[in-house]
């Protein structure tokens, strides 16, 4: 069984408009961190937001949210504003354990088209 | 402020040979880790490395040799290359106690 799901592997977008990117998790574990990540059609990696699991409050990074729903088991990525440079594939990752330990398991990602 | 870097960027080879990836990180994280790309597949985690001569396998160890004598190197080795070995293969790290990885820039490997 998967244990990281994006549903929709392609999204399309207004500039300057607001999007969701879906994003559900299955673990038994307590303790576990969930990030999301861009690839740019350059290819690298980025980091754009984590949220661990006894974080009360939503994360936040600039135009970058993270809507958690502990109970519903989904952590979507919001993106505000949407720019032209946002297009890129988007990952969703999971660390299961404790901080130390635990590899990131990665959803097959979604791809965001900003259109201008 | 290299950061994490991986060579080749880029390199074809042939069913059979031995090839090695090379990744190096500046910010001496005790992890790093192997990971490959493929379409439809996301990433998969090959081999980690929690710090020098101490390495573990992932979801996806066959056909792949890691070490890692040195904290800032860990190098990824086909022993013999296969075509389903095709992908492009991310180095990342992190530091013991924190979360999040940092990927390096990739290296697209073509077995022929």
């Known amino acids: 069984a998967q244990k990281i799901t994006q549903t929709q592997p392609g999204m399309f977008v207004q500039e300057k408009e607001a999007v969701t990117l879906d994003c559900t998790y299955d673990?038994?574990?307590?303790?576990?961190?969930l990030f999301w990540y861009k690839q740019p059609s350059s290819g690298e990696m980025i980091f754009l937001i984590y949220?661990?699991?006894?974080?009360?409050q939503n994360a936040t990074e600039g135009r970058y949210s993270l809507n958690f729903q502990k109970a519903r088991k989904s952590a979507n990525l919001v993106i505000s504003a949407s720019q032209l440079g946002d297009s890129a594939m988007y990952f969703c990752?999971?660390?299961?354990?404790?901080?130390?330990?635990?590899?990131?398991?990665f959803g097959k990602g979604t791809k965001l088209s900003v259109k201008p | 402020d290299a950061g994490i870097t991986q060579s080749p960027r880029y390199k074809i080879t042939e069913t059979g040979r031995q090839v090695t990836l090379m990744c190096h990180q500046t910010w001496s994280h005790s992890y790093m880790f192997w990971y490959r790309q493929d379409l439809g597949h996301g990433l998969r985690l090959i081999y980690y490395s929690a710090a020098a001569d101490i390495t573990d396998k992932g979801e996806v160890p066959d056909g792949y040799v890691v070490s890692r004598s040195k904290t800032e190197n860990f190098p990824l080795t086909l022993e013999s290359a296969t075509r389903s070995q095709t992908s492009v293969y991310f180095c990342?790290?992190?530091?013991?106690?924190?979360?999040?990885?940092?990927f390096g820039p990739g290296t697209r490997l073509t077995v022929l």
């Open positions: 990342a790290s992190k530091l013991l106690a924190a979360d999040t990885q940092y």
């Open positions: 990752a999971m660390r299961e354990g404790r901080g130390s330990q635990g590899n990131l398991i």
């Open positions: 673990t038994s574990d307590q303790s576990y961190g």
């Open positions: 949220q661990g699991s006894y974080d009360e």
